[in-house]
């Protein structure tokens, strides 16, 4: 795989995480985050381990340690991310999420890697284009903020951690494993705090249809892509082409709620800047963006 490619596929994947919160608008309030979690991974999981059964005479120790570390980076991160965004508004929360790229550069320097001038430019350049296209306001953040960031933390660990292992894993078995564990993860969590809804889960075709969208185009097909992507790109030039998943998300407002019977939203003058300026600082920061080179690039 190409470079190029590679840069597709993550484009791709940026894609369907935009498009997923349109998705997620139909899930209901009293489902926990945990049974959430539990449901997506779990059918995302039983999805790949079918279709790539023949790959499991594979697993190593090794793969299996590696996806529940993985496992653990990914579900503590949406735990933090979940408590963070109940004393938050939602364009303060989607801000400083995507905000992470600031410490995926901290986190390589823990690893001996170095960012150049243009990296941390680019980076100023795309935190300037989320603020503006998701309006971000600053007052009252509280102990929310601190749940957030904690949540970018463990993300921007995340995905230096894996730009670490996988040019010595199998990506189709640690994705595999990922998706168990989160599955665990999420069961225990929702035994937990609501045991009682085991078995009170909605039955209309809406919310069904949205968990299935989310298990397989989010939780299957992104899960096993990124880790195949992310072996030929450098997880900075990965964590910054993830930050145009707010562009992806304000593109298809315009269109996807309407075609699913919700209500649109409308593109405003500094929404527009805000996208301009995020791709401006994605390609500002890789000059190499779209090098056909092959080859493996490690975290």
Request: proline share 2%.
């Amino acid at each position: 795989m190409s470079k190029l490619e590679a840069n597709l596929v993550l484009l791709s994947i940026t894609f369907f995480w935009g498009i997923q919160y349109v998705f997620l608008k139909n899930i209901p309030e009293d489902i926990s985050t945990f049974a959430f979690l539990a449901l997506t991974n779990g059918i995302g999981f039983l999805i790949i381990a079918a279709f790539f059964a023949h790959e499991l005479v594979k697993l190593t120790r090794k793969v299996v340690k590696d996806g529940l570390l993985l496992a653990v980076l990914l579900f503590s991160m949406n735990t933090m991310l979940t408590i963070g965004s109940r004393t938050l508004e939602a364009s303060t929360t989607s801000f400083f999420t995507a905000a992470y790229i600031v410490f995926v550069p901290l986190v390589m320097l823990c690893f001996g890697k170095r960012s150049s001038a243009n990296n941390w430019a680019g980076i100023v350049i795309v935190l300037v284009g989320l603020l503006l296209a998701t309006g971000a306001r600053f007052d009252g953040l509280g102990s929310g903020i601190l749940f957030v960031g904690a949540a970018d933390i463990l993300f921007a660990v995340y995905i230096v951690v894996l730009g670490q292992i996988i040019g010595t894993v199998n990506p189709i078995l640690i994705s595999i494993c990922q998706m168990f564990f989160g599955t665990l993860f999420g069961m225990a969590g929702w035994l937990v705090s609501q045991p009682e809804t085991l078995l009170l889960l909605p039955r209309d075709i809406q919310f069904w249809s949205s968990v299935l969208v989310i298990a397989v185009f989010v939780r299957g097909f992104t899960t096993v892509m990124q880790i195949y992507a992310q072996r030929y790109v450098s997880a900075l030039n990965a964590s910054l082409i993830f930050s145009l998943e707010v562009v992806f998300t304000l593109l298809t407002s315009l269109f996807l709620p309407a075609m699913l019977g919700g209500q649109t939203e409308t593109l405003t003058p500094h929404k527009i800047a805000g996208c301009a300026l995020i791709l401006l600082g994605v390609l500002l920061s890789d000059g190499a963006l779209l090098c056909r080179k092959k080859g493996g690039v490690s975290a």
